[in-house]
């Protein structure tokens, strides 16, 4: 019983040696690494979008104080 925590750190850590996982086939390697994506390319699209309407609405509501101001006068 005391020797089965070091056994099953011994098989964590075995399994976790470090090596390259095997290679997949189809395509180039150049390609599939083109293709990856990481988690955080969802996240900046989703916040570069939001820039992009962050800027339209200031850029409306420019145009609208513009005619309000136009009418004012």
């Given at each position: 019983?005391?020797?089965?925590?070091?056994?099953?750190?011994?098989?964590?850590?075995?399994?976790?040696?470090?090596?390259?996982?095997?290679?997949?086939?189809?395509?180039?390697?150049?390609?599939?690494?083109?293709?990856?994506?990481?988690?955080?390319?969802?996240?900046?699209?989703?916040?570069?979008?939001?820039?992009?309407?962050?800027?339209l609405v200031n850029k409306q509501a420019e145009q609208q104080r513009?005619?309000?101001?136009?009418?004012?006068?």
């Amino acid at each position: 019983m005391k020797t089965l925590p070091p056994l099953l750190c011994l098989f964590a850590l075995a399994a976790c040696t470090g090596k390259p996982p095997e290679p997949q086939a189809g395509g180039t390697g150049q390609a599939r690494a083109a293709s990856v994506a990481t988690p955080w390319d969802a996240l900046k699209q989703d916040e570069q979008r939001a820039k992009d309407v962050q800027k339209l609405v200031n850029k409306q509501a420019e145009q609208q104080r513009k005619q309000i101001e136009a009418q004012t006068q």
